[in-house]
C-alpha cells in the first residue's frame, strides 16, 4: 500500500524584514544661522533690486495694490479685515516669486527679465498648487477664528464705524484684544513658519509642497532666535512701509522679496547623491 500522507513541501528559510534603500537624491540640511544673518540677507536683497529696478517697481506696485484694498476693506466692514489680510500673507509670497526668480537668475550669472519672473511658477504648478491649498486652509481658518473672536469678546457687537481704532483699544475691550492678538499670533506663526522657505525651495529644487513646507518649519525650529528676528524686521519694516498710505511698499515689497531669496539660500544647503555615496564608502 502506498502511504496516503501527501509529500510535505520543503521548509525554506523565513525571508529578512524589508528595509527601505536609503533616499536617492540631494538632502535639505540646516545651516547654523548667527544673529547678523537676517542683515546680510537685507544687503543683498538691496542688491538685487539695485541692479534691476524695474522689475522691482512692477512688483511694489502689485504689492501697493494690495495694501490699498486692505484699506479700503478695513474702513468699510473692519470685521473682515482679519480675513483679507491674511489672503494677502497668501498672495504675497507667490506674487514674491517672481523676485526669487530674479535673484536666483543674478545669482546663476543669467539675465533676468519681467516675462521670465512673471511666468517662472509655469513649471511648479503641480508643487505651488498643493501648497496654495495648505496655507488658504490656515487662512479660512484664521479669517473664521477672527471673526468668532469679535462676536464672543467685542463688547459693543462689530464695529462698523470710522472710529474702529479707537474702539478696538476701549480699556472695556482689553479681553478681545488680548484674545484676538493671540490667536491672530498663532495663525501668522503657522503661515511664517510653513512659507518662509517653502517657496523659495520648490522654484529652486522642484521639490514637492509637503516636502518644501517640512524644511521650512524645520528650519524655523532650528534656528528659532534668528528667525524670530527676521520675522520681527519682516513685520517692522512693512508696518513702516504702509504708513504713508502704503506707498512705502512699492520699495519695499520688492526688497524684502528678494531679500526672502537669499535667506532660505543662507539657511538651506544640499547634500549632493555623490556626498552621501562617498560618505557612505
Avoid at 525554506?12 to 534603500?21: D, G, N, Q, R, S
Avoid at 536683497?45 to 484699506?71: E, K, N, S
Avoid at 519672473?117 to 486652509?137: A, F, N
Avoid at 525650529?221 to 511698499?249: H, K, R, S, Y
Amino acid at each position: 500500500m502506498t502511504d496516503p500522507t501527501p509529500p510535505q513541501a520543503p521548509q525554506t528559510a523565513e525571508a529578512p524584514p524589508y528595509v527601505p534603500p536609503p533616499p536617492v537624491g540631494p538632502r535639505a540640511l540646516m545651516v547654523p544661522l548667527g544673529w547678523g544673518a537676517p542683515f546680510r540677507w537685507l544687503a543683498l536683497g538691496w542688491q538685487d533690486l539695485r541692479a534691476h529696478p524695474g522689475i522691482g517697481l512692477f512688483y511694489g506696485g502689485c504689492f501697493w495694490v494690495m495694501a490699498l484694498t486692505l484699506g479700503f476693506v478695513f474702513r468699510a466692514r473692519p470685521e473682515y479685515a482679519m480675513s483679507i489680510a491674511s489672503g494677502c500673507l497668501l498672495v504675497g509670497p507667490f506674487l514674491a516669486m517672481g523676485l526669487y526668480e530674479v535673484s536666483r537668475r543674478r545669482e546663476q550669472g543669467l539675465k533676468p527679465d519681467l516675462a521670465s519672473s512673471i511666468t517662472c511658477w509655469d513649471s511648479h504648478i503641480r508643487s505651488m498648487g498643493m501648497l496654495v491649498l495648505v496655507l488658504i486652509v490656515l487662512e479660512l481658518l484664521w479669517g473664521r477664528a477672527s471673526l468668532v473672536v469679535f462676536a464672543v469678546f467685542f463688547n459693543t457687537g462689530m464695529p462698523s464705524t470710522t472710529g474702529v481704532l479707537k474702539a478696538v483699544f476701549n480699556p472695556e475691550n482689553w479681553e478681545f484684544l488680548a484674545v484676538y492678538l493671540a490667536v491672530g499670533g498663532v495663525f501668522a506663526s503657522l503661515v511664517y513658519a510653513t512659507a518662509v522657505v517653502s517657496i523659495p525651495m520648490i522654484l529652486d529644487r522642484d521639490t514637492d509642497a509637503i516636502s518644501a513646507a517640512i524644511t521650512s518649519i524645520r528650519v524655523v525650529f532650528e534656528n528659532t532666535g534668528v528667525m524670530l528676528l527676521w520675522g520681527a524686521i519682516l513685520t517692522l519694516l512693512v508696518v513702516v512701509a504702509l504708513l504713508p498710505w502704503g506707498a512705502g511698499l512699492v520699495l519695499v515689497g520688492p526688497w524684502l522679496g528678494h531679500a526672502s531669496w537669499h535667506a532660505y539660500r543662507g539657511a538651506v544647503t544640499w547634500q549632493e547623491a555623490s556626498t552621501d555615496a562617498a560618505f557612505q564608502a
